[in-house]
């Protein structure tokens, strides 16, 4: 094993903790941050103040083929291509950087989650990484949006250009309405 | 507005838009790419360039930065959307996020 170097091990940190403050879980820590179980669950601690989540990530590709995290994943993606292709970032950076503009441009109501948190982002760049999903432009405003590479895509129409009857009423969006009439 | 005014205000926004990308581009690189739309090559130009040649560079009759929407599609969804607001912009930022750089040939 190579000598620890400390400097190395302070970036480490470093990215640990604004991986966290993003809202990633302690999977996405293991495996992107080269640091102990141990000292990811202190600092997840000492930063969160509670216990990190327990039990499994979620590891179906179908959550991001709905309407609303469809539009949130597909922006998200082209973001993450965009900074890959242009802008030369590599790996967790690259999600990560991806992932705050992705933050600015889709910011959460006041006191709410965003839709698309930190993990899902990171694992739809898994799940693309291994080809279970793909980009598809549609054929009506050419915009590319994440698809299952496995479906038939042959003259798709995106989410926005062709909206779902139900896509949007929600009993968030009625209660809302109902507040502002 | 007279024609001078035109080229001093064009002079302004030139020495404005340099000085803000060369900002940007010094604080964080990759995510100043994304939102100038540049390649990576002209962001390294603007990075490297000293007071005086912004200056220069600014000091010009023509406009600097261009007009990013060449496509209808876009400048549509912007302007005349019949939707929801957010979602229009939404909409708009996936196109966007798809366009091409803008890159020294």
Not at chain 1, 32 to 56: A, N
Not at chain 2, 13 to 24: E, I, K, R, T
Not at chain 2, 42 to 67: H, P, T, V, W, Y
Not at chain 2, 89 to 94: C, F, N, P, R
């Amino acid at each position: 094993m190579s000598k620890k170097s400390v400097v190395s091990e302070a970036q480490e940190i470093q990215l640990a903790i604004e991986l966290i403050n993003l809202g990633a879980r302690l999977q996405l820590l293991e495996s992107e941050v080269s640091l102990s179980r141990e000292r990811l669950l202190k600092l997840y601690k000492e930063l969160k103040g509670v216990s990190p989540p327990k039990g499994m990530l979620p590891f179906s590709t179908d959550w991001f083929l709905t309407w609303q995290p469809n539009i949130h994943s597909s922006l998200f993606v082209n973001i993450h291509h965009f900074l890959v292709t242009h802008a030369g970032a590599t790996g967790i950076h690259a999600v990560m950087k991806a992932y705050q503009l992705y933050l600015e441009q889709m910011p959460p109501a006041p006191g709410e989650e965003p839709v698309l948190s930190l993990t899902r982002a990171w694992t739809l760049v898994r799940f693309f990484n291994s080809d279970m999903l793909k980009l598809e432009p549609c054929g009506k405003c050419q915009g590319k949006f994440v698809v299952d590479a496995m479906d038939l895509n042959g003259g798709y129409v995106c989410g926005l250009c062709h909206m779902p009857s139900r896509a949007g009423k929600t009993k968030k969006a009625r209660e809302a309405e109902s507040q502002a009439a | 507005m007279t024609a001078n005014d035109m080229m001093a205000e064009i002079r302004d926004a030139n020495l404005s838009y340099l000085m803000l990308a060369q900002q940007m581009i010094r604080a964080d690189k990759v995510t100043a790419i994304f939102r100038l739309g540049i390649s990576a090559d002209i962001a390294d130009l603007i990075e490297s360039m000293s007071n005086a040649q912004i200056l220069k560079l600014a000091g010009g009759n023509m406009m600097l930065a261009r007009f990013r929407f060449d496509d209808s599609a876009i400048l549509g969804m912007l302007t005349n959307y019949n939707k929801d607001r957010s979602l229009a912009q939404s909409h708009a930022a996936i196109l966007m996020a798809g366009q091409p750089v803008e890159e020294i040939a």
